[in-house]
């Protein structure tokens, strides 16, 4: 095997266990009578609780963000008003109840040690030493080219594994806390050696300007590439003491935050998940209080193609330190979504300061903890069945241009009401592109991945279709196997300015996609808004009204090599360049929004649809994906449904699913039975960001169609076990699901 | 009737077109554009006569004719449309006047360093204004206004942009004006209530002049909503809300049209085909969000305006007039009972008049979002009343925050509570400081004395009452915020203890840090009183603004929970629903309407929730207070008969289904009831 190439899913005691709890515990260090209501009996008090709630893994507290530990440490700073060995009390009370033991320990943020060690931390461009992470205190942010990691995190690692035989270690503020400009005496030296350059001098450029920024964008591979230099020093020295402890790393692994593997300051390549040494995945609730169904879903879309297990934390309260709860009605969907997404639960709580449990949490927590254990006997080796694959290069997801209205575009929302200054940025981030699809998808009942290049490339044969929303940069054995893949049937939907770089950011000198899209992209149209226009048959076949239809961002110009045009971009209005002259500095605003009504002049190709060897690409012009994420509109979704319906009409497809919009549903398999996930959502009214959860309507009659090949022996409801009708013709078999309330998991035995 | 209130289908389109456009009106159909509207099930038109860039669309020999027109758009589409028998308003931009402002420079609103109050985007200075006490309003605008309804057979005069830009206007005229009134321009409060002033002003001028020239021309002004509007009413003839939900948010409609219902004057909905906002061409929104939006009009007592956005053209695009077809064929067949009704009083939220917003949209404190979302999602039917309203056919009156209380209010309140009325008020409301110190006026009837506030941002609060604390669960539970420190007057019982925070200090990463477990807490948070006939319950904290801010769904059990029980067995209408349910209690003649109109949003990602599913909720059970006689029962519009059971005064019912807006008729009559 390739050594670029993810190996097979790995296995480990992760691998079966699915309800799991954090407790969060950072204690600032002023505080006094840390744990103080800790004693052997009140550890085993909240172990009992935990096991009776059902939890088989606790994460505690062993090293907290302020760079305290709460054991008695002989390598770390203590924490100083705590009044018991936490760390040991808990680890022995729940090992005694069966219950796994993980220890929570904070990697690049001390308030303790700058007075010591002033070298280790941080430094601006101006010489100040700044905050990390969510700290108030100034100089605590410590450098990853610092000699910390090994004089002083190793040695900690080392301790706490020696000492307490922890089954796990779960480290936070490290991979996330890497990537920031320092101008410490460390970082000039290694990037001098690596680059032979010079930092350079901020501010950072804009997402739009970043790849015509060398410096820059040396600087960005070659720190980001000090994540993978330290997870393999944290790892390295934890197997050390023992080599069954697992490790995992606070957000690393998702398709969001990708890792270049450097060698003497060049790219070698972007390391899938599983070459990044750790042994599952695992990350906090971002954003708290977040669109958690959504978060959940489309990581776990991601996390289960990478053959890691992986868990993902939902939380108590809305934030940190609440000391409230949300609707358990919340809780309990997102913790069915994480296991239909191939996920394990993790479940955030917080202790008082003298180490107390609030016990109402595990009273709400036992039931949900209780509907999933009872799902396991269909979750443990579940795989998910492939279908449509989103293609989420982790090299896009990093460096590049964002999606979405670039310039010119008024956000007008509530709270969000940005007046375009100079030539604002108002795209959002890079990955918009893939959450965007992940939504329309979902939406859409089309059985989605997420994968990134390297898997996609091992897994392209199983696939229906392919999407590659706006990937700027893709390697070139990605666009060898996309060709190689459609050439021999497979079908392929490509937008934007994919492609037109390399994994490295560098500017390709050709379009590396003309052959297999037919069609060149010469460039780029010079408005920030533009309206597409299909063909009437088109239209026709896909049921959609003739509206010509808004798309802000960039629009690469094309030129036709062999693709049938379907639709055609036109341009805003003419009057609204100054003196007709077509750059940002002559566009003049347009009433309220900036949505300059479209004109007369075709702007160029819009959509086109090529036959490259047995298979089809369609190529959309301006990446609607981003945009629909953003701004959510109806008409995007419907439109990127029916370029998936042209490429992959219903009869072609695994499963079809006749259910609301906002029931979410996923395939998966089995031995000897399919598997059919299906969850219901419902937000209340809110006013800002938060979405909650707390009644759900019940959805009557959903129809589930999957091909199945041969009729089944029997369908039910699981765990409940009532059988449910089916119906059975060719390959398809048709499953009539009468009510779903919070998740509903449909078992077709073969 | 006024034709105002029985045209309750209106359109109003954008029409702001930029001076480098050209052929404006080019090749327009009047006839066609006339003809799709009536099919649209249109009875109302709102026609541009000259937009905020200044600009007219008809050949005006006393304004400025949008160089790029070709014709007379203005007469021409009014023409069409009155031979259809749909009645037309003209739009007329007033203090956004791009080309006045250029024109004359004397004219301009002006900030506090001399210079003009503009709105930028992009590169450019888009948005000009000129000021209303300036003699614009007599020399430029007046004389369009009576050109219009001297050339043209309008129904009615729809001006728009009645505001001050940015609150405060420093001009000459200005000045000269709070001289003479002996307002400071300085103090930015005496200011802006004196360009509040100034809005008046130019409202009764502007109404009084138009009546002068043509008395049946009906007159309105959009955005003058805010708490406080009510003395605008002698000089409407309609009442328009602006309120897209993406911009204003979901919560905006439902609360203001629950105050202004109280005015006695016709009230508009306005909303948009728009997703976002208006000029959002390209974009069409689902027909459940148009019906969602339309339905909530309706269930609050108001007719619906629908936004659109013409190209230069004037041209109508064939998928948005589909979309508003169908959502006004289907705002059409509820019209019979929803036309002319009126919100029967039960709860009131008494809302501090706003100062300080002249700026186009009124926005209510967080104190009064949270308490208008809480009682939404609680299910209570309610109005929201200014100081000034009538509080005796109320049941209870809640009062958040309410500091600027005046003597005559209290009275009245106090009064209120001894004849039996009911009272929830929170934290400071009556907190004032009459020259020997602060103390809670109103401290008598929430049977506490004032001692001073708690030191910290943050307190917690444990019910220690079982009928507050139903449904919560048995902890802590934070308002954020501050609490009052009361001490419980003798009488006056508690129903909740106040508990600090153990550290007002930064903790961890946690915005605050867990309660003391010390001790039975620190003072009273919660205190039930009874006067006269009359009960009180008072909450020491901010509930509403942080259940605003925060969106804790504990915080409105509480209030649900404090309000039942304050009104008891006087709880007028009870639907099993769920929070995102709204709930509405209508009066039209004889009959009683119950409407509920339900809520669900897609998925979303950084995106507003949109709706486009509503997925169906089945048998909502429903109690309501009905009149001893009822002669039918029934679903409207489809007429389906209700069965229902008598309880004392309360008539008990199950709604079998309820997809988007579902009314409940109670028809009072002499027949016999049902066995």
Redo the contacts between chains.
């Keep these: 095997m390739n050594a670029s190439e993810p190996g097979p899913r790995r296995r480990n005691w992760m691998t079966n266990l699915y309800r799991m709890l954090h407790l969060d515990y950072h204690q600032p260090p002023w505080m006094r009578g840390v744990a103080a209501a800790m004693d052997e009996a009140e550890a085993a008090r909240q172990a009992r609780r935990f096991r009776e709630a059902g939890v088989q893994a606790v994460e505690i507290f062993a090293y907290d963000h302020y760079g305290q530990s709460f054991y008695p440490s002989d390598v770390g700073v203590n924490h100083p008003g705590r009044a018991a060995d936490y760390t040991g009390l808990m680890t022995r009370a729940l090992k005694a109840e069966g219950i796994r033991v993980i220890f929570y320990l904070n990697c690049f943020t001390s308030v303790h040690l700058h007075a010591q060690h002033p070298d280790w931390f941080l430094r601006t461009e101006d010489g100040r030493y700044p905050a990390g992470a969510w700290l108030q205190h100034d100089a605590s942010h410590i450098c990853a080219s610092s000699p910390y990691l090994q004089e002083y995190f190793v040695p900690l690692l080392q301790e706490v594994v020696r000492r307490y035989a922890p089954d796990a270690i779960w480290l936070d503020a490290g991979s996330w806390m890497v990537e920031f400009p320092c101008y410490c005496d460390h970082c000039q030296r290694q990037f001098r050696a690596a680059s032979g350059l010079e930092l350079p001098r901020g501010p950072l450029p804009s997402p739009r300007e970043e790849l015509d920024r060398p410096e820059w964008l040396a600087w960005r591979l070659w720190r980001r590439g000090q994540i993978a230099d330290y997870l393999r020093t944290a790892v390295a020295a934890i197997k050390a003491v023992d080599p069954q402890v697992l490790v995992t790393d606070n957000n690393v692994g998702r398709f969001s935050t990708g890792v270049p593997l450097m060698e003497g300051g060049r790219l070698v390549r972007w390391l899938s998940p599983a070459e990044l040494g750790v042994d599952y995945l695992s990350c906090d609730p971002v954003p708290m209080g977040g669109n958690h169904e959504l978060i959940l879903s489309i990581e776990g879309r991601y996390q289960w193609t990478t053959g890691l297990p992986f868990n993902y934390m939902n939380e108590r309260f809305n934030g940190w330190g609440e000391w409230q709860f949300r609707s358990p009605v919340d809780w309990a969907l997102e913790a069915a979504t994480v296991v239909a997404n191939g996920g394990r639960c993790f479940f955030a709580d917080q202790p008082y300061p003298d180490g107390t449990i609030e016990p109402a949490v595990y009273r709400d927590l036992a039931p949900i903890y209780q509907r999933v254990a009872a799902l396991e006997p269909y979750l443990v080796d579940a795989e998910p069945v492939p279908e449509v694959a989103i293609l989420a290069s982790l090299a896009s997801g990093q460096l590049g241009p964002t999606g979405g209205a670039e310039w010119g575009r008024r956000f007008a929302l509530w709270g969000r009401d940005v007046v375009g200054g100079e030539i604002p940025n108002t795209g959002g981030a890079r990955t918009d592109r893939v959450r965007g699809a992940h939504l329309a998808f979902l939406e859409g009942g089309i059985q989605t991945l997420i994968y990134d290049e390297a898997t996609l490339r091992q897994r392209l044969g199983e696939q229906s279709a392919v999407v590659v929303a706006e990937q700027c940069l893709l390697e070139e054995a990605t666009i060898a196997a996309l060709r190689e893949y459609v050439y021999h049937g497979g079908r392929l939907l490509v937008s934007g300015r994919s492609g037109l770089w390399d994994e490295g950011g560098r500017r390709r000198e050709a379009d590396p996609l003309a052959d297999l899209l037919g069609l060149e992209r010469t460039g780029l149209h010079p408005a920030p808004v533009h309206y597409l226009r299909m063909g009437r048959e088109w239209l026709a076949t896909a049921g959609l009204d003739d509206l010509p239809l808004q798309l802000w961002g960039a629009a690469p110009a094309v030129a036709l090599r062999g693709a049938e045009p379907l639709g055609v971009l036109y341009e805003p209005r003419a009057e609204v360049w100054r003196d007709g002259v077509r750059d940002p500095a002559h566009w003049q605003h347009y009433t309220v929004f900036g949505a300059t009504p479209p004109g007369d002049r075709v702007a160029g190709v819009g959509v086109a649809r090529h036959r490259y060897g047995q298979g089809t690409a369609i190529y959309l012009a301006v990446d609607p994906f981003s945009l629909y994420f953003q701004e959510g509109h109806q008409l995007l979704r419907r439109f990127i449904l029916a370029c998936m319906g042209d490429l992959l009409p219903l009869d072609q497809r695994k499963l079809v699913a006749k259910k609301p919009l906002h029931v979410e549903v996923m395939l998966a398999r089995q031995e000897g039975r399919f598997l059919v996930h299906v969850l219901n959502y419902f937000a209340q009214k809110r006013m800002g960001v938060l979405v909650n959860n707390e009644e759900l309507t019940p959805v009557q009659e959903i129809e589930l169609r999957v091909r199945t090949e041969v009729p089944p022996q029997r369908v039910t409801l699981v765990p409940e076990g009532t059988a449910l009708p089916f119906f059975a013709q060719g390959s398809w078999t048709t499953v009539r699901l009468p009510r779903l309330d919070l998740h509903a998991l449909v078992a077709i035995e073969s | 009737m006024s034709w105002v209130a029985e045209c309750g289908r209106q359109w109003i389109y954008?029409f702001?077109?930029?001076p480098?456009?050209?052929a404006v009106g080019a090749g327009f159909d009047a006839e066609a554009f006339a003809d799709r509207i009536v099919r649209a099930h249109i009875n109302s038109v709102v026609l541009f006569s000259k937009c905020v860039y200044g600009l007219s669309y008809y050949p005006t020999r006393v304004g400025t004719v949008h160089p790029g027109l070709q014709g007379d758009l203005f007469g021409a589409q009014l023409a069409a449309l009155q031979r259809r028998d749909v009645r037309v308003w003209a739009y007329h931009g007033t203090a956004w006047d791009n080309h006045a402002h250029d024109a004359n420079p004397e004219w301009r609103q002006v900030l506090a360093d001399g210079s003009p109050a503009t709105?930028?985007?992009?590169?450019?200075v888009?948005w000009r204004s000129v000021c209303l006490n300036s003699p614009y309003v007599a020399e430029r605008l007046y004389p369009q206004v009576a050109e219009i309804l001297e050339r043209y057979p309008v129904d009615g005069m729809w001006f728009d942009m009645n505001v001050f830009m940015d609150g405060a206007c420093f001009c000459r005229f200005c000045r000269q004006a709070m001289a003479v009134e002996g307002v400071d321009p300085g103090d930015l409060v005496g200011h802006q209530r004196f360009n509040g002033r100034s809005i008046e002003r130019f409202v009764q001028r502007t109404t009084a002049f138009v009546k002068r020239l043509r008395p049946e021309v009906q007159v309105t002004y959009n955005n003058l909503t805010r708490i406080g509007s009510r003395v605008f009413v002698p000089h409407l003839d309609l009442h328009e809300i602006e309120s897209l939900p993406?911009?204003?948010?979901?919560?905006y409609l439902p609360l203001y049209q629950r105050y202004v219902r109280t005015l006695g004057v016709p009230v508009r909905g306005i909303t948009g085909r728009y997703?976002?906002?208006?000029?959002?061409?390209?974009?069409?929104?689902?027909l459940a969000q148009l019906q969602y939006e339309c339905a909530t009009m309706l269930a609050n007592g108001a007719t619906c305006d629908i936004g659109d956005?013409l190209?230069?053209d004037a041209s109508l695009?064939?998928?948005t007039f589909?979309l508003i077809e169908q959502t006004y064929a289907w705002v059409a067949e509820r019209e019979p009972w929803c036309l002319g009704a009126e919100s029967v009083p039960h709860v009131a939220l008494l809302a501090e008049t706003q100062v300080g917003d002249y700026t186009g949209i009124g926005r209510p404190s967080n104190h009064l979002?949270g308490a208008a979302?809480a009682l939404i999602?609680g299910g209570f039917h309610f109005d929201v009343v200014d100081d000034q309203a009538d509080l005796t056919p109320y049941k209870a009156v809640v009062l958040v925050d309410h500091q600027r209380l005046a003597p005559e209010l209290a009275e009245r309140l106090r009064a209120y509570v001894v004849a039996g009325g009911r009272l929830l008020a929170t934290h400071a409301t009556s907190l004032q400081d009459n020259g020997e110190g602060p103390d809670l006026a109103l401290g008598d009837l929430f049977g506490v004395r004032y001692r001073g506030r708690s030191p910290f941002k943050v307190d917690?609060l444990r019910p220690t009452d079982p009928r507050l604390g139903r449904g919560l669960?048995?902890?802590?539970?934070?308002v954020q915020g501050g609490f009052l420190d009361v001490e419980l007057l003798p009488g006056a019982r508690s129903l909740a203890r106040a508990r600090h925070p153990?550290?007002d200090?930064?903790?961890?990463?946690?915005?605050?840090?867990?309660?003391d477990?010390a001790g039975d807490g620190w003072g009273d948070a919660v205190v039930l009183n009874a006067v006269g006939a009359g009960k009180v319950a008072y909450v020491a904290a901010p509930l509403f603004a942080a259940f605003?801010?925060?969106?804790?769904?504990?915080h409105r059990k509480l209030m649900v929970n404090l309000l039942d029980l304050l009104l008891g067995d006087d709880r007028l209408l009870r639907v099993g629903a769920?929070?995102?349910v709204e709930v509405t209690l209508m009066r039209q003649g004889e009959r009683l309407i119950v409407h509920l109109v339900n809520?669900?949003?897609?998925?979303?990602?950084?995106?507003?929730?949109?709706i486009?599913?509503i997925?169906?909720?089945?048998d909502i059970p429903v109690r309501v207070i009905a009149p001893e006689r009822l002669s039918r029962v029934y679903l409207a519009p489809s007429g389906e008969e209700l069965a229902y059971e008598r309880e004392g005064r309360f008539v008990r019912l199950v709604v079998p289904r309820l997809d988007l807006h579902q009314m409940v008729v109670l028809e009072q009559g002499q027949r016999e009831e049902q066995p």
């Design positions: 954008e702001h077109i930029p480098y456009v050209r709105r930028i985007a992009g590169h450019e888009v993406f911009f204003w948010g979901f919560l997703h976002e906002n208006w000029g959002d061409v390209g974009m069409l929104k689902s956005s190209p230069p695009d064939p998928a589909d979002w979302k999602e917690f669960p048995a902890m802590d539970i934070v153990l550290t200090r930064q903790f961890s990463h946690a915005p605050y840090a867990p309660p477990p605003f801010e925060h969106d804790y769904h504990d769920g929070p995102s809520y669900h949003a897609e998925r979303r990602g950084g995106s507003q929730g949109t486009e599913e997925p169906p909720r089945f």
